[in-house]
């Protein structure tokens, strides 16, 4: 019998109101629904119950789901401010402050070193050193058990008969630049060495933040690791005649940043005013007039900036004064240094500074933004006589190769042959006699001004040899019997260098006549800077008696026929320096991912690898990762 209940809503009114009005009601109630189903004469249908659904919360009521968030929270806050605080300790670095030597405990009467970096920025550049090469050299120094000394050391060594360490080093950075006080001060606080930071009077105020303010320099003094020096009161230039011949006269610093298009200029307190002819346009009374209000200018500033004149100078530029400078010039100077300085370091090109050195013509060494760490470690061992111990970098792949004269560090896929002052330096790979037939390549990036050399079959016991040279951008290639002298197969200068051009520059300062003028430009006329870097890629393959070569990709020579007694030896590199180099005679040849294989087949098909210098696998991806990462930094910081 199917039984009717009603609709839904009747029910849910009957439920309702019964219940309002007790249980009792409430069974009266469902007594009456069932008697009145029956009257209407229909069936029950069956019932269908669901259970009842959970309520919802919302979770912005919900407050346990809040107390939890709040907790994950207060945990997150927790670490980032761990963090800071640990980046803030670890960059307390700027609180830190120089901790001063013993000096009761220095004995040595010997003398001191002395350095002076032109600049520092992040990754380098013709003109400025980077920061990690920077702290690759101040860290073999530390090694080598230099210790730092003031200005007063040294104003009390030579006045007062103190002693120094037995390694002293003075410390110094030029031009007072920013980048320099920036990146050079985590290497000071590393090996705690003490620096002096020259600067400029008239870069400080006029909105030139490109350099070091009062307020940024007292805080460096605060520290300890930092003492305040001059270069001047300005960079100005006066005499200057461009390449084309014209007549230019006096030049500010901004105006004259790229060199490469003058003959020849003057810093403006080296000399007389000249006119085209180079004659002075100027007496004795007008040039001192002149040079003294520089001089004034330069007191005043920093009397009002610091309430004191800073001991040292370095004037700019060196090796002038007392030598090719006018001697009416250099009394106007001198007069004007020892009355406002203590120390003057007049010279550069040496390091090292003796027992018997005046203190107004002091010596610094200016190490070079290319140069290897070797190479400021061998010009130290030349200027000092004192033994030294190079960097070897990575051991395992130094071990590979003999040393036979020089110094040589391996880092990376690189190799930095480092040459004796005045002579050569050469590597031999190790058990490379008994390769025969081969195929050598390497890219050689060191300067252009310089040799380096490529060797395979040399014969250490009679000197013969075949060679591969890059010397002032010119490739040559020699074969040398047993017994007899270098024969040369090719000679070819290669195409121009490419590359940036401003600021590197040839020696055009101190020319004070046209007939020197005239001869020092036919001179320079084939020279390349010094400063200048460039990678060429050479390869060489030798098989039987047939020579073949490339230099950039391009065949030099194919299948050059070479003499049957030059049959086997060794695989050797080779640096040697130029005599442009001046008083620098070191020279650092670089050979980057150096791979020996054997020759190939009929066919073409490259030789198996007999020994490889590249990287590969996870350090060639970290090497990649790393370049990718430094390129963008430092694309984001010369942009922003």
């Known amino acids: 019998m199917e039984v009717y209940l009603g609709n839904a809503g009747d029910a849910a009114g009957y439920r309702s109101e019964a219940t309002k009005r007790g249980p009792q009601a409430e ?71 120089y901790v001063e030597p013993d000096r009761s405990q220095w004995t040595s009467g010997q003398g001191f070193i002395a350095l002076s970096y032109f600049g520092v920025s992040r990754s380098g550049s013709s003109g400025l050193i980077s920061q990690s090469e920077l702290d690759a050299q101040l860290k073999a120094l530390k090694n080598q058990g230099y210790v730092t000394i003031s200005q007063q050391d040294v104003l009390d060594y030579y006045t007062k008969g103190k002693k120094l360490p037995a390694k002293a080093l003075f410390l110094a950075f030029e031009d007072g630049r920013n980048d320099s006080g920036l990146f050079a001060e985590s290497a000071l606080k590393k090996y705690n060495f ?37 270069n001047g009161y300005r960079l ?14 006096a030049k500010d610093e901004s105006e004259l940043r790229d060199k490469s298009k003058i003959a020849q200029y003057n810093h403006y307190l080296m000399d007389f005013i000249r006119d085209s002819d180079m ?66 370091f007049s010279r550069e090109g040496d390091a090292f500074n003796g027992p018997s050195a005046n203190v107004y013509d002091l010596t610094r060494l200016q190490p070079q933004p290319y140069w290897q760490t070797n190479h400021l470690l061998m010009k130290i061992k030349k200027d000092t006589g004192q033994p030294i111990q190079f960097v070897a ?22 190799i930095a042959l480092t040459s004796e002052p005045g002579g050569t330096g050469m590597l031999v790979l190790k058990d490379s006699e008994r390769y025969a037939d081969i195929e050598l390549s390497a890219a050689l990036s060191g300067n252009v001004v310089g040799r380096q050399s490529l060797y ?83 390869s060489m393959a030798v098989v039987g008696d047939k020579l073949s070569v490339r230099v950039d990709g391009t065949e030099l020579l194919a299948d050059q026929a070479i003499d049957g007694q030059i049959a086997s030896g060794f695989v050797a590199l080779e640096s040697a320096y130029h005599e442009q180099g001046d008083n620098d005679d070191i020279y650092d040849g670089v050979f980057d991912n150096l ?34 990462f430094n390129t963008t930094v430092d694309w984001v910081m010369d942009t922003f």
Do not use: C
């Open 279 to 344: 004659i002075p346009v100027e007496n004795r009374q007008q040039m001192e007039a002149r040079i003294n209000a520089d001089y004034e200018k330069m007191k005043e500033v920093y009397s009002d900036k610091f309430g004191f004149v800073p001991s040292v100078y370095m004037i700019m530029h060196a090796n002038a004064l007392n030598r090719s400078m006018n001697p009416l010039v250099s009394q106007a100077n001198e007069a004007n240094i020892e009355k406002l300085f203590r120390l003057h």
């Open 456 to 538: 395979v079959r040399y014969d250490r016991e009679s000197g013969s040899y075949l060679r591969i040279t890059l010397d002032n951008n010119e490739v040559i290639v020699e074969q040398k019997k047993p017994g007899q002298a270098a024969k040369r197969l090719l000679a070819k200068e290669l195409g121009e260098v490419e590359g940036p051009t401003s600021g590197l520059k040839l020696n055009k300062a101190a020319v004070y006549s046209g007939a020197q003028l005239a001869q020092a430009d036919q001179a320079e006329q084939s020279k390349y800077p010094l400063q200048l870097r460039n990678t060429r890629q050479l």
């Open 393 to 414: 970098g990575d051991e395992k792949r130094a071990s590979q190769w003999e040393l036979v004269r020089g110094a040589a560090e391996f880092s990376g896929s690189r």
């Open 236 to 249: 100005s230039y006066i005499n200057v005649i461009g390449s084309e011949g014209a007549f230019l006269g």
């Open 595 to 628: 791979e020996v294989r054997e020759a190939s087949d009929d066919a073409g098909e490259a030789g198996s690898v007999l020994y490889s210098n590249r990287l590969s696998g996870v350090r060639r991806i970290a090497d990649t990762a790393s370049h990718v």
């Open 27 to 97: 069974e009266a109630e469902r007594g009456y629904r069932l008697a009145d189903v029956e009257r209407r004469g229909r069936k029950l249908p069956k019932l269908k119950l669901t259970p009842k659904p959970k309520p919802t919360r919302n979770k912005a009521l919900n407050y346990r789901w809040k107390n939890r968030i709040k907790s994950i929270r207060a945990v997150i806050q927790l670490a980032l401010i761990a963090g800071v605080v640990y980046l803030l300790v670890n960059a307390s670095t700027n609180l830190q402050h």
């Open 194 to 230: 003490k620096a002096t930071m020259l600067t400029y009077a008239d870069k400080m105020g006029h909105g030139q933040r490109k350099f070091l303010q009062p307020g940024d320099l007292k805080k460096m003094m605060d520290s300890g690791y930092w003492e305040l020096g001059s």
